[in-house]
C-alpha cells in the first residue's frame, strides 16, 4: 500500500508543479531570477552578471532526479555510500560533457545539452557499474546487482529530465515549431494549449524571432511524458521489475525524444536526422543491449520505506545541498544576457 501512496504524492505534486509552470513560465517575468552588480560604469549604474531560473530550475531537476535515485536504490538495498560514489563519478562526466556535446553539434560555447550529457551517462554507467562492483568485491562485500541500479538510474533520469524541461520553458529554449507552420491535425491537437513566449531576451525570440507567436508546447508534452514514465517505470521498480522499468525509461524518453526533434524549431545541427536522433537510437540499440548481456537479478524484496530511510539522512541531504548550489552555480549564470543596474537613494524615505 505504501508503494502507491507514495507514488500517488509524486503524481500529485508534479501535477501542482506542471500546471503552474506551464502558466506562468512562457512569461517575460520568469527568466531572470536576480542581476548581480560586477563592474561599476558610472556613478549609480553597474554592469550585471543576470542569474536565471533555467539554473535554479535545472539544479532542482538535478537534484530530483538524484533523489529519486537514492530512494528507489536504497528500497533495494544498496548502501548509501554505493550510490553516493556512482552518483559522484556519473555527474563529474555527464555534466561537462553537456557543455562540450552542445558545442560539437550546435557550434555554441554558451549552451547545454540535457540530451548529449544522459547519452553520456547511459554509456559510462555499466563502465562505472563494473568497476565498483570490482573495488567492492576486493574488500570482501556484497557487490551491487546491476539491473536494480540501471533500472533505478533510467527512471530518474525520466523524472530529471522531465522536470529540467520547465526550465527551457523559462529560457525559451528548446522551443516547437510555430502552429502557422503545422499540419492541420496538430493545430488542431494544440489550438487551446500552445505556448506564446513575452521579452526579447528569450532565446525563442533573439534566436528565431517567434516570440509573441503560438508554437507546439514541445517542452510541456516532454515534461508531461517523461514524468508519466518515471511515475509508471517506479511502479514497476517498486514491484521488482526491474527490467521492465529500465527498458521503458529509456525506450520511452530515447524513443520520444526522437519523434519530438520533428517538431522542434531551434537549430539542432545539420543534416536530414539531427545527431540527437543518432544519440537517442543508439541509446535504445545500446539499453536493449545490457538487458541481453545482464543475468538474472536475484532480488525480490523492495521496500519503499527502506529507500526513504536511506534518504533521509544528513549525509545524503548535505550531499544534495552541495549538488543542488554547484548546479545552480554552474547553469545559473547567463552568458547570453546581461544587464545594466541603477542604485538610487529613495529620498522620500530618509
Not at 560533457?97 to 560555447?109: P, T
Not at 546491476?146 to 529554449?173: D, H, K, N, Q, T
Not at 536493449?288 to 534518504?311: C, E, H, K, N, Q
Request: net charge positive.
Amino acid at each position: 500500500m505504501i508503494h502507491y501512496a507514495f507514488i500517488a504524492v509524486l503524481a500529485i505534486l508534479f501535477t501542482l508543479l506542471l500546471g503552474w509552470c506551464f502558466k506562468y513560465l512562457p512569461g517575460e517575468r520568469w527568466q531572470i531570477m536576480a542581476s548581480v552588480p560586477v563592474k561599476k560604469i558610472s556613478p549609480g549604474e553597474w554592469q550585471g552578471v543576470n542569474v536565471t531560473y533555467y539554473g535554479l530550475l535545472n539544479a532542482n531537476a538535478y537534484t530530483l532526479a538524484v533523489s529519486i535515485l537514492f530512494i528507489l536504490t536504497g528500497a533495494v538495498g544498496v548502501p548509501t555510500s554505493t550510490t553516493l560514489i556512482m552518483v559522484f563519478v556519473i555527474l563529474l562526466c555527464c555534466m561537462p560533457a553537456s557543455r562540450i556535446l552542445a558545442r560539437l553539434i550546435e557550434k555554441k560555447a554558451y549552451t547545454f545539452t540535457v540530451g548529449g550529457a544522459s547519452f553520456v551517462g547511459l554509456l559510462i554507467a555499466p563502465l562505472v557499474l563494473w568497476i565498483v562492483n570490482s573495488a567492492l568485491n576486493m574488500i570482501m562485500t556484497d557487490s551491487l546487482n546491476p539491473m536494480p541500479f540501471m533500472a533505478a538510474m533510467a527512471v530518474a533520469y525520466a523524472f530529471g529530465e522531465g522536470a529540467g524541461r520547465l526550465a527551457c520553458i523559462s529560457f525559451g529554449c528548446c522551443y516547437g515549431k510555430p502552429l502557422s507552420q503545422c499540419n492541420g491535425s496538430l493545430q488542431r491537437m494544440f489550438r487551446h494549449c500552445s505556448f506564446v513566449f513575452s521579452g526579447k531576451t528569450k532565446k525563442i525570440a533573439y534566436e528565431s524571432g517567434l516570440d509573441g507567436q503560438k508554437v507546439v508546447p514541445i517542452q510541456a508534452v516532454t515534461a508531461v511524458l517523461y514524468i508519466g514514465i518515471g511515475l509508471v517505470g517506479t511502479h514497476l521498480f517498486l514491484q521488482a521489475l526491474f527490467i521492465p522499468a529500465f527498458l521503458l525509461a529509456v525506450l520511452g524518453t530515447q524513443g520520444w525524444r526522437v519523434v519530438s526533434e520533428t517538431l522542434r524549431a531551434d537549430y539542432r545541427g545539420g543534416g536530414r536526422m539531427t545527431a540527437y536522433q543518432v544519440m537517442s537510437l543508439g541509446a535504445m540499440v545500446y539499453a536493449v543491449f545490457i538487458t541481453a548481456m545482464t543475468p538474472a537479478v536475484s532480488v525480490t524484496s523492495v521496500d519503499v520505506m527502506d529507500g526513504l530511510r536511506s534518504f533521509w539522512q544528513p549525509g545524503v541531504i548535505l550531499f544534495l545541498f552541495f549538488l543542488w548550489f554547484f548546479s545552480f552555480i554552474y547553469t545559473g549564470r547567463s552568458r547570453v544576457t546581461g544587464s545594466l543596474v541603477s542604485v538610487y537613494v529613495h529620498r522620500d524615505r530618509i
